[in-house]
């Protein structure tokens, strides 16, 4: 009767439980990674709320409360101006966009934070206690001001990788002699140097992090909620659980405690029937193979430089395929007759569908996990972020063809479409591949429906938490041991040597003895005679 009681709370616990999922900053894409997850959960009973900058899909099922902070997200645009990659780009010198988008997002970050905070549309939110709470693990930290107000159990979700900062919560261990930062483009095997970068990088990565967001933060959380107590980096070391979107099939196999959970691809699903009647006889009409190009949610195809963009025309003109081509600008006067463009596409559909055979695509790690479950091999031209290095590992596994900006070419991208499509290697690798992804103990989303609920129904991930996380840097890195060691050694060595010192000066001394007394005896001997 007690076990049955017990059973009922733990029941009563899970099922019809009230959870958050809160994305204060981000684009859309970003959302995408929560919507299955708060369908499944809202599916099972519990009552889903979603807070964020961006209005879900019409298609999405509703089965949760989308909470939309519009007016942060206008604050936002003000703030930011034109997020414009290739102007940022070309503000650097052409080099790498990233540290120019860091510097952007960082110096508003906590206006983008108390704007979102103070949103109307996302008041709704304050007034009921959840009991869990989810949100994205990189600049969402503004969130945690809603884990402090209800002191409520709470899951990280990593939209990349598993972040070093986010490693150090959980205690996981992050070896950088063969875990490269997601923010670099170094593979598993590194040189010397490489290892040495990426070492520094990911010393640096926690301590930057702390500075420069959750300390800046504190500060508009502390006047939100009228609280000057409140420390995020405090409050956050409560996590229970963190579910990242990756999966050694795209990856680098790395080692992993029970709670870092992988749960790459877990938006992925089978394609659906093509709503829009154009794009549908675009595709089903074709005699030959259809190329997929989009640059995601961020990156807008109609700011590409002029130069980019007549090469991709040009090689879009030559090729023996239909190009279907994410485009959100005016309507191009020399667009060519195989080419389509549509100012939003539903990507996975498109992929799923039979005629498309490539993907020409900035290299979102959303994207790749697409392409690869739909088994559609890509042509890549990272351009930001961690685009640089989901690329690298499409190429690294035999996936994908790699694009430069600084030297893209009509040609270049007229034979790398080519190879892609009629190579076989690359279709069957990516079947490979997809295999893998797919081929999983059960589902990424069950999966991560699963350990939302197990963290509702044991109120927490204490049990989970591994003692690496309570212990000073000398004891994880075993410092302590290596100097006790280390002293025991020299002591032992000391001793050693006093020991040979004294058997040495003994041998010695017996020696002398020895010799003095022969003589003596031999000195009488000779007197005798």
Request: charged share 20%; hydrophobic share 45%; proline share 6%.
């Amino acid at each position: 009767m007690k076990l049955l009681v017990w059973l009922a709370v733990l029941m009563g616990v899970s099922e019809g439980s009230r959870v958050l999922m809160v994305l204060p900053l981000g684009s859309s894409s970003h959302k995408n990674i929560i919507i299955p997850l708060a369908e499944a959960l809202g599916s099972r009973g519990h009552q889903v709320i979603v807070a964020s900058l961006h209005a879900s899909p019409a298609n999405s099922s509703r089965s949760y409360t989308d909470l939309v902070a519009s007016d942060a997200w206008e604050t936002i645009r003000k703030v930011t101006g034109d997020f414009n990659v290739f102007k940022m780009r070309e503000a650097n010198g052409g080099k790498d966009v990233n540290s120019e988008v860091m510097k952007k997002v960082l110096r508003n970050l906590p206006e983008y934070c108390d704007a979102f905070l103070r949103d109307p549309g996302v008041q709704t939110a304050w007034t009921s206690k959840p009991d869990l709470i989810l949100l994205p693990a990189f600049m969402n930290e503004c969130g945690l001001a809603l884990v402090h107000k209800f002191k409520a159990p709470f899951i990280y979700v990593t939209t990349s990788g598993l972040t070093p900062w986010t490693a150090d919560l959980m205690g996981n261990p992050e070896n950088p002699s063969y875990i490269p930062n997601q923010y670099l483009t170094y593979g598993a095997h590194m040189s010397l140097w490489q290892r040495t970068v990426n070492t520094l990088v990911r010393i640096a990565g926690p301590y930057l992090r702390k500075q420069l967001v959750m300390n800046r933060l504190d500060g508009v959380v502390q006047r939100f909620l009228g609280d000057p107590t409140v420390s995020l980096s405090e409050v956050e070391k409560n996590v229970s659980l963190v579910l990242v979107n990756s999966h050694y099939s795209l990856g680098h196999p790395r080692p992993l405690l029970p709670n870092v959970v992988e749960v790459g691809g877990m938006h992925c699903r089978p394609g659906r029937p093509l709503q829009d009647a154009q794009l549908r006889h675009f595709l089903d009409s074709s005699t030959v193979p259809v190329v997929l190009f989009s640059l995601g949610s961020s990156i807008r195809s109609e700011q590409l430089p002029p130069r980019v963009l007549h090469s991709l025309m040009a090689a879009f003109r030559r090729l023996p395929y239909r190009v279907l081509w994410k485009w959100g600008g005016g309507a191009l006067s020399d667009l060519p007759a195989n080419v389509m463009t549509r100012p939003w596409l539903p990507q996975q559909d498109v992929l799923a569908h039979k005629r498309v055979r490539a993907f020409f695509t900035h290299g979102g790690l959303l994207s790749l996990q697409e392409a690869v479950y739909h088994n559609v091999p890509l042509v890549g031209l990272p351009i930001m972020s961690d685009q640089h290095l989901n690329v690298r590992q499409a190429v690294a596994s035999g996936v994908a063809v790699e694009l430069s900006l600084d030297s893209l070419t009509e040609e270049g991208v007229y034979q790398a479409i080519r190879s892609v499509v009629e190579e076989k290697q690359y279709r069957q690798r990516v079947m490979e591949r997809s295999q893998l992804l797919r081929h999983q103990q059960s589902p990424p989303l069950d999966t991560a429906v699963y350990w939302a609920e197990h963290v509702l129904r044991y109120g927490g991930g204490q049990h989970l938490r591994s003692a690496a996380v309570d212990m000073p840097l000398y004891q994880y890195l075993l410092l302590d041991v290596a100097a006790f060691l280390l002293t025991l050694t020299v002591l032992l060595l000391l001793l050693l040597r006093s020991i040979l010192t004294a058997l040495k000066r003994l041998f010695v001394r017996v020696l002398k003895n020895t010799v003095t007394k022969a003589l003596t005896t031999l000195r009488t001997h000779v007197k005798l005679q």
